[in-house]
Every structure is written in structure tokens, then in C-alpha cells.
């Protein structure tokens, strides 16, 4: 997970003591397209999703500083419901840290399907992540749980941010759908840590 802190996020001032949460829904009964990716440099996740797999732009571009491309894209190794293989990079988007990936082969996966409406302020909202260590642990994932504090830009901003490994994995409404694709963590000025998802609702 990308750890950030620059001026657009200044704005985010005591969400973590956000104060109108709603009451916490159980978590959907299926969250699909999860898929885990691993790399020389980090291990990380994607999201299939009915209108192709996403992640994390630094993900796929690990030496691009300040958002900046440089012109080379790293090939990851996935996994997901029992199949395995190359995850080629198509496209990055350093601003907004989002890219598009192609899975090979394809797997017969049961992609997430994208929603056509951002969450309301302090809606619970969902994201899979793992742990480090042995590949066991790194693939036994465990789904958290937070609620979503205010859309800045392009940019879901949540209460809660995820552990490093979650960065390029889907984030759910309470619907099982995708909201967004989970990208930083942020230091806000009251000194609590939130986490940013680029939004793929309108």
C-alpha cells in the first residue's frame, strides 16, 4: 500500500473520527474477481471486473516517482480460485495510480460487476487482504471492513486504511459490487491514517 501525504488531501482532517456512520452491515455474500498478484518487488491484488482487470498503477510501475510513467511495465504473476499466471500490464495511469491488466491465460473467473453509483457518506465498504510471510499466509486472504468518508476528484476516501498487499484490489459496496480500486494510505492532519481508492463509479 502506497503511503501518500500532499496538499489535495489536507481536506481530509478528523475522518478518522468520522460521526455519521451508518449501522454496519454484515459484509456481501460473495465478493468475486479478487485476484492475487506477485512480483519481484511486492505482492499485491487485482480486480476482475465484467469490464476488465484493474490494480494499483504503482503496482505494475514501481519506479515511477512523483506520477510519472516510465515507459516500462512489469509483468506480475496471479492467482485466483485455483488458476495461475502472467498478468501483462495494457495500459497505467500515473495520476490517478490506476492501470488496466490483461490475464494470461484467461481464467474462468466470476468477475465483480462495476456499480453505477458512488457510496453515501459513511456507507460500509469492503476490500480483501492478506498477510505477509509464507505463501500461505500471503494467499489466505480475510475481508475488512470500513465505511467511506468523502469523494476528492477522482478519489474515494476512506476511514481505515489497508494493509500493504491490499493496494490494487477491489472495494465493494454493500451490494458486492465495485466501487473503486484500493491504491494509498494517507497521513491526515489530525495525525490518523486513511485509505484512498480510485473511484470506477461515474
Same mark, same amino acid.
Given at each position: 500500500?502506497?503511503?501518500?501525504?500532499?496538499?489535495?488531501?489536507?481536506?481530509?482532517?478528523?475522518?478518522?473520527?468520522?460521526?455519521?456512520?451508518?449501522?454496519? +452491515?454484515?459484509?456481501?455474500?460473495?465478493?468475486?474477481?479478487?485476484?492475487? &498478484?506477485?512480483?519481484?518487488?511486492?505482492?499485491?491484488?487485482?480486480?476482475?471486473?465484467?469490464?476488465?482487470?484493474?490494480?494499483? %498503477?504503482?503496482?505494475?510501475?514501481?519506479?515511477?516517482?512523483?506520477?510519472?510513467?516510465?515507459?516500462?511495465?512489469?509483468? &506480475?504473476?496471479?492467482?485466483?480460485?485455483?488458476?495461475?499466471?502472467?498478468?501483462?500490464?495494457?495500459?497505467?495511469?500515473?495520476?490517478?495510480?490506476?492501470?488496466?491488466? +490483461?490475464?494470461?491465460?484467461?481464467?474462468?473467473?466470476?468477475?465483480?460487476?462495476?456499480?453505477?453509483?458512488?457510496?453515501? +457518506?459513511?456507507?460500509?465498504?469492503?476490500?480483501?487482504?492478506?498477510?505477509?510471510?509464507?505463501?500461505?499466509?500471503?494467499?489466505?486472504?480475510?475481508?475488512?471492513?470500513?465505511?467511506?468518508?468523502?469523494?476528492?476528484?477522482?478519489? &474515494?476516501? &476512506?476511514?481505515?486504511?489497508?494493509?500493504?498487499?491490499?493496494?490494487? %484490489?477491489?472495494?465493494?459496496?454493500?451490494?458486492? +459490487?465495485?466501487?473503486?480500486?484500493?491504491?494509498?494510505?494517507?497521513?491526515?492532519?489530525?495525525?490518523?491514517?486513511?485509505?484512498?481508492?480510485?473511484?470506477?463509479?461515474?
Amino acid at each position: 500500500m502506497r503511503r501518500v501525504a500532499f496538499s489535495l488531501f489536507l481536506l481530509l482532517s478528523g475522518c478518522a473520527g468520522h460521526k455519521n456512520l451508518k449501522f454496519s +452491515e454484515p459484509p456481501p455474500a460473495t465478493l468475486p474477481g479478487v485476484v492475487r &498478484l506477485i512480483s519481484r518487488y511486492m505482492v499485491a491484488s487485482a480486480c476482475a471486473t465484467t469490464e476488465g482487470v484493474f490494480t494499483a %498503477g504503482h503496482v505494475v510501475n514501481p519506479w515511477a516517482g512523483d506520477y510519472q510513467a516510465l515507459g516500462h511495465l512489469e509483468p &506480475l504473476a496471479w492467482t485466483a480460485g485455483g488458476y495461475e499466471g502472467i498478468a501483462m500490464p495494457v495500459f497505467d495511469d500515473p495520476v490517478r495510480d490506476i492501470a488496466r491488466l +490483461e490475464l494470461v491465460p484467461e481464467p474462468p473467473l466470476v468477475t465483480a460487476s462495476r456499480a453505477t453509483q458512488e457510496p453515501v +457518506e459513511g456507507d460500509d465498504v469492503w476490500w480483501v487482504e492478506y498477510d505477509y510471510g509464507t505463501p500461505q499466509q500471503m494467499l489466505a486472504s480475510r475481508i475488512h471492513r470500513a465505511h467511506f468518508v468523502r469523494r476528492v476528484a477522482a478519489h &474515494l476516501v &476512506l476511514d481505515e486504511a489497508p494493509v500493504e498487499g491490499a493496494s490494487g %484490489g477491489c472495494l465493494f459496496n454493500r451490494a458486492g +459490487e465495485v466501487i473503486g480500486i484500493v491504491v494509498w494510505s494517507v497521513d491526515t492532519k489530525d495525525f490518523k491514517r486513511a485509505g484512498v481508492a480510485v473511484a470506477l463509479v461515474p
